[in-house]
């Protein structure tokens, strides 16, 4: 079984700031790692992926995220944050062994952001 | 082209009572999801649907039923609803067709179901 842990529950930033979002897991085998995005009173949107290869992703609106096996980290960055970036952000994972793609998610990280 | 959609947006129910949630999707996708949401909590898997007529419980099946009506169509039932299942529900779907190797589909997402039981 997996797990995800997101480290930080609410993170207050500036606009015009950089923001890192903290994610760590644990799997008895190798994950799909996934950022996720909600709007308020919106559904999930995915923001960006790792599947394999390059350990630096990048997502839609300027994120990126890098994976990190030997941490198990998958820590997601913004150089510059907009007013429209408030949102919550998930992390989640499936297992690469898993045919149906089912998704562990962590608890969420609020992101708010203040001119 | 609407993608997930879910109905209704918001429920108010007395403990007890027992109400379906209604999904549909417009994509052709094989497999339908349903999670609930709670703060603290992210997503937690309830049941999910690889093919119509199929249904496998997820990490937090207790208290729930479901139908994969059709290919379009994947309903959660309460049938008899308590204050622990106030959350928010949503719904959603992907191609994942459960090959042997797998392969990632994206998950589309609804807008949810608030759901308050008092």
């Known amino acids: 079984a997996q797990s995800v842990t997101q480290l930080d529950s609410q993170v207050p930033v500036f606009e015009e700031a950089p923001v890192e979002l903290r994610c760590n897991y644990s799997?008895?085998?190798?994950?799909?790692l996934f950022w996720y995005v909600q709007y308020p009173n919106q559904g999930l949107q995915l923001l960006l992926k790792?599947?394999?290869?390059?350990?630096l992703v990048k997502g839609i609106n300027g994120f990126e995220a890098e994976f990190n096996k030997s941490q198990t980290s998958f820590h997601l960055r913004k150089p510059s944050v907009h007013i429209s970036d408030t949102a919550e952000y998930f992390c989640?994972?499936?297992?690469?062994?898993?045919?149906?793609?089912?998704?562990?998610f962590g608890a969420g990280t609020q992101v708010v952001v203040t001119p | 082209n609407a993608g997930v959609t879910q109905t209704p947006k918001f429920q108010v129910l007395k403990t007890g009572q027992s109400m379906t949630l209604q999904c549909a999707q417009d994509?052709?996708?094989?497999?339908m999801y349903w999670y609930r949401q709670d703060p603290g909590m992210g997503l937690r898997l309830i049941y999910y649907?690889?093919?119509?007529?199929?249904?496998d419980k997820g990490e937090v099946p207790n208290g729930y039923n479901v139908s994969r009506l059709n290919k379009r169509e994947f309903s959660l039932r309460l049938e008899s609803a308590a204050p622990s299942q106030t959350s928010v529900y949503f719904c959603?779907?992907?191609?994942?067709?459960?090959?042997?190797?797998?392969?990632?589909?994206?998950?589309?997402f609804g807008p949810g179901t608030r759901l308050t039981v008092t």
């Open positions: 799997s008895s085998v190798s994950v799909y």
């Open positions: 649907s690889a093919s119509e007529g199929t249904t």
């Open positions: 959603a779907s992907s191609e994942n067709r459960g090959e042997l190797l797998a392969i990632f589909y994206e998950q589309y």
């Open positions: 989640a994972v499936s297992e690469t062994t898993d045919s149906w793609g089912k998704l562990q």
């Open positions: 994509m052709n996708h094989n497999s």
């Open positions: 790792y599947l394999s290869g390059s350990t």
